[in-house]
């Protein structure tokens, strides 16, 4: 059995708690948990999966999803609306864990242990 790779999951509601978990990253299951056709935004040794029409279905914006990629070196204020999933980058249509560096970067931002 395949291991499931560990996602750093920010929804874009400050109300609800980001979890760091295991999950299925087969495409259903990533546009069931961004809400729509997903795009990916990658940067060395993570990526970050969107809702591909976020902005044009004017979803609420993602300032822990921004803010986390741009402490990562990524600008994504425009394109972070809806919940965003992290995952770390193993090469072509292969996913790995989310590096530590993010989830650590997560806790001490958020101010927050993560939900498991």
């Known amino acids: 059995m395949e291991r499931k790779p560990a996602a750093l999951i ?11 978990g295991r999950l299925d990253t087969d495409p259903a299951a990533l ?11 990658s940067r060395g040794d993570w ?6 029409r976020g902005m044009i279905l004017n979803m609420q914006p993602n300032i822990r999803a921004a803010q986390l990629a741009h402490d990562a070196g990524l600008d994504i ?9 992290f995952l770390g980058n ?3 249509a292969a996913e790995s864990d989310v ?13 927050t242990p993560l939900a498991a």
Do not use: C, K, M, Q
């Open 10 to 20: 920010v929804p874009a509601s400050l109300g609800e708690s980001v979890i760091l």
């Open 31 to 41: 546009r069931r948990l961004v809400g729509g056709d997903v795009e990916s935004i």
């Open 47 to 52: 990526h970050v999966y969107l809702n591909a």
């Open 77 to 85: 204020a425009d394109a972070a609306r809806g919940t965003a999933v």
């Open 90 to 92: 193993a090469g072509p």
């Open 99 to 111: 590096p530590a560096y993010l989830s650590r970067r997560a806790r001490e931002l958020f101010g």
